[in-house]
Every structure is written in structure tokens, then in C-alpha cells.
């Protein structure tokens, strides 16, 4: 006991001596190894929509082999991560390059927080708040693969802390260029962090000041703005402006409800892939503690007024609109940072020690969900070696998650195989001209990525087929000998157009409506590799 009080004075005696910014790139880098590791033990991590990005890189670095696709070019927002990839790719390979890119998104994630504490709150804040971050670090934007959104928060964060310099020690030429700069490279990788700077800025920027000072905040705080906002609004009719022919209208506009949103404010960013890392919901709740009883802390563009308007447009925002998803739920990166600058500070000591159990108990349960998760992946992908060089292939899954309960980790996995097999495409986004690339021609409607996922979504079963026709006032008299038609066209049509087919964990009821001509090239409990012989 004598020993380990010791060590701790020699610690704080250590820490005291450390200057500020060396104290939080010291906490930065602690948050990056401790959530980095488990990332060296996999191929890639277990993130969500990754299969797909990744055969997405795969159509631009084999444009010959992929003649239905057109690249759209990558100056242009949420083209980071592709960029990366096409670049560092040919030089490291596929795989190396977009873990290259994850750690750079953590790294960047786990740096900026230590440092907006202490910009806005100070040392001993930043200090308090450090046990708290790792969910804030690995969160659910990571876990979901949407990677480029990701990246773009912490930049937006950097950004919030350079206009902030910019407006107490005074515009200069040179850091204005720099802060223009940022602004463009945040829109690069995504285009709503700028918003959401620009709302923050331009509400501090008109508070509790004279006309004069109000117009000394606007120039210094907004004009660097200017050039990313110009940005923001060309991607905005260009991705209204074009889509490819006959792919349908855009998503409805669809609003989440309040109960839910809530829930998804903690969901949607804290907590990890499983059960495992429900010590995210403990610093979510003292978090929002800290947010009600600090909500009118002055905290400048994070203040009252700041924190309120994220929580608005949060709150008021549709879920889906205009083909863009979790659109509100762009705001709650900013509205938990805002959440981790108001920490108190003082603390009682049984309150610390709940804060620090949290943090890592959530490095615990993330870290290993990463390694349980990837075993599911892997079980995805061990009928490889049974898929031909270029091979035609329809991946049908009809569970896109297993291990995983907050993401659908297995939803777009089928990308693996046109990264390691260059099989054709089919769990990509590129039905617009903002994705780096676009069909040329639009697929069968059969199999159209959504229908085809919804087709299997409603027809697992044949009882769950008749009560949906039930459910439509549709007789039910002949209702199971209309499933299984349904399901011998789409294997008729299937024969005519793929060479393969990769079937995940499907019902029994649905193998035994396969012809005769489909062969088992490969199989598993859980996996089966199909030949189709035309």
C-alpha cells in the first residue's frame, strides 16, 4: 500500500511538471493505443459499411474490369478515405491502405479531445474529463464504417478551436488562409462538420455584443468559412441534380421519434458493437448530468446558445432526407463534446472512480468485441477460395448481423470478395453523382441492391410471407405456393444473369426451393457457396 501511494506522487509530481499541451497529447496518445491495438490483430475491423467502400476502391483501381461503373472523380466531398486508398494503395496494398486511414481517423479522434478541453476549460478539466473519452474516441460513426463523416468531426472540432484563437488574439492573413484550408479539407471529407461549425460560429458571433464587435466576430469567425460554404452548397444541387436513370426517386423523408431519439443519442454514438460495452450508457448519463446542470455555462461557441442549437436541429432534423441518412444524428459528435466540456470542476473522489471503472470497462468490452466480431467476418469469407477470379456473384444474406447487436457488421461484407476475388459488385453505393462512382446503366430491377435486400427480408419464410398477405386483405388460401414461386423466378433469373451465388445463414424452407442445377461448391452452418450451372 505504502508502495503504491508512492508510485502515485512520483506520477502526480511527474504530471505537474509536464507542460499543458504535452500533458494532452500524452492522454491523446494513451486513448489511441489503448482503442488502436486490436486493430493490428485483424485483417480489417468489423465496420459496417467498410465491405462496401472497400468495393467501391476496388472498381477505381480496376476501372477495366468493372465496364457498368463510371468513376465521378474525387474533388469532391466524401472522397477522403477514396483518395487515400487510390493513392497509398498501389504502393501498400488494398487492405494496408484503409487501416492505414482507420488509425489515422482514431489518432485523430483521440488527440483532439484532450486538447478541446483544454483549450475551452483548462488543465485541471482536461485532466478530470480524459477517463470519460474512449467512447467518444471509438464511437458509432467508426463502428458503422462511415469513415469519412468520422474523420471530418475532430477536423471540425480543430477548426471550432482556431477560429476561437482567431477571434481573442486577432485575424491575421496567414492563419485565416490556414483556417480556410481546414474548412475545405473538413468539407473533403464531409460536408455537414462545416455546417455545424458555421452555426456554432455565426450564433457566437451575434451574442451580447455592440454592432461593432458583433461585425468584428462575423469577419473573424465566418469569412474563413466562406470558400467550404460555397462548397457545401454546389455539392448540395449536384447531388439533387443527377441520378442514374430509371434508379428510382429519392428516399422519403422519414423522422425518427422522440423516445427514439433519446435512445440513439446514446446508441448512435457511445455505445460499441455488443452488450459488451454498456459501461457507455454510465458515461453517457453522467454526461448528460453534466450537460443539464452546465447547460448555461459560458463556454463561447459552446455555450448556452451553441449547445442549444445542436440539441434543436437534433431534435427537428429528419432521420433520412434527400437519399442522406442519420442526418440528425450529424449533430450528436458536437453535442457530446459539448456534453464533455461542462464536466464539473470538482468531483467527489466515489464519482472519479465511477468515471474512470467506465472508461475502462468501455476499452475492455470494445477491444474485444472488435476480435469476437471479426470472427463472424471471417466465417463470411472462408468460401473464398470457391469463388472463380472475376466470377459473377449475388450475395444473398439474410442476417446481417450475428456477434454484433448496435450495427449490421455483415450487411455490406460481401465487398470482400470484389476486394479479394474481383467478383462482380453488388453491395456498393453508386446510384449518385456524389459517390465515386455511378452505374452507367441501372441493374435488373430484380436485382437492385434494396429491392433485392427487401425481397429477402419479407420471404424467409413462408409463414411470414402469408401474414404480411394476410395483413394486405390478400386471401391466404395458395399464399406458401406463391412463396415458393416467388422464390423459383428469382432463382430462374438468378441462373440467367450470375455464375454464383453466396447464400448467409438462409432458412431451410428457402434451400429446399433451390433447382437442381444450383451445386454446392461450398458449405458451412452457417455459409454456402452455390454454383449455378446455366
Known sequence: ????????????????????????????????LALAWPLMLVRLPPYQDLGGHLATLTILLHPDRYAEFAPTGLLKTNSAMFAFGVLLAPHVGLFRAVKLFLLLTLLAKACILPFLVLHFRGRHAMVTAAPLMPPLVHHWFISMGMLNFALATPLALWLLIGLDRQLTDGVRVGRSIALASLAIAVWYCHSMPVCIVA???????????????????????????????????STFVEHLAFRVPSMGELHPTEFSATGELFYELWTHYLFGLTEWTLASLAIALLLGVFAIRGF????????????????????????????????????????????????????????????????????????????????????????EAYVPLGAKLLPLTFRVKKTSVNTWSLDSWSGMYVADRLTSAHDLWASNNSMPVVRRWPPLPRFDRLHLRRFVRQNQTSAAFCQSENSRGLPVEGCQ?????????????????????????????????????????????????LKVHN
Not at 455584443?209 to 466562406?226: G, H, I, M, T
Not at 448555461?296 to 437519399?323: E, H, I, K, N
Open 1 to 32: 500500500m505504502i508502495a503504491l501511494e508512492t508510485g502515485v506522487r512520483r506520477a502526480s509530481a511527474a504530471l505537474s511538471q509536464c507542460s499543458d499541451r504535452k500533458l494532452a497529447a500524452a492522454i491523446g496518445a494513451v486513448l489511441f
Open 199 to 233: 452555426v456554432l460560429a455565426a450564433l457566437w458571433a451575434v451574442q451580447g455584443a455592440d454592432f461593432q464587435e458583433k461585425l468584428r466576430r462575423s469577419k473573424a469567425l465566418l469569412l474563413p468559412l466562406v470558400p467550404a460554404l460555397l462548397l457545401v452548397g
Open 296 to 383: 448555461r455555462q459560458p463556454l463561447r461557441m459552446f455555450g448556452t446558445a451553441g449547445l442549444g442549437a445542436l440539441l434543436l436541429f437534433y431534435f427537428a432534423l429528419p432521420s433520412m432526407a434527400f437519399d442522406w441518412g442519420a442526418l440528425g444524428a450529424r449533430f450528436i459528435p458536437f453535442i457530446w463534446a459539448a456534453s464533455l466540456l461542462r464536466i464539473p470542476d470538482r468531483q467527489p473522489r466515489w464519482l472519479i472512480a465511477a468515471s474512470i471503472a467506465s472508461g475502462l470497462l468501455f476499452v475492455a468490452g470494445m477491444n474485444a468485441d472488435i476480435l469476437r466480431v471479426s470472427r463472424d467476418h471471417e466465417q463470411f469469407l472462408a468460401g
Open 481 to 529: 405456393l406463391r412463396w415458393s414461386g416467388l422464390w423459383e423466378e428469382l432463382w430462374q433469373e438468378i441462373s440467367h444473369e450470375y455464375d454464383y451465388v453466396l447464400l448467409w445463414q438462409p432458412p431451410q424452407e428457402v434451400l429446399r426451393t433451390l433447382p437442381e442445377s444450383f451445386t454446392t461448391a461450398f458449405e458451412t452452418d452457417d455459409l454456402r457457396i
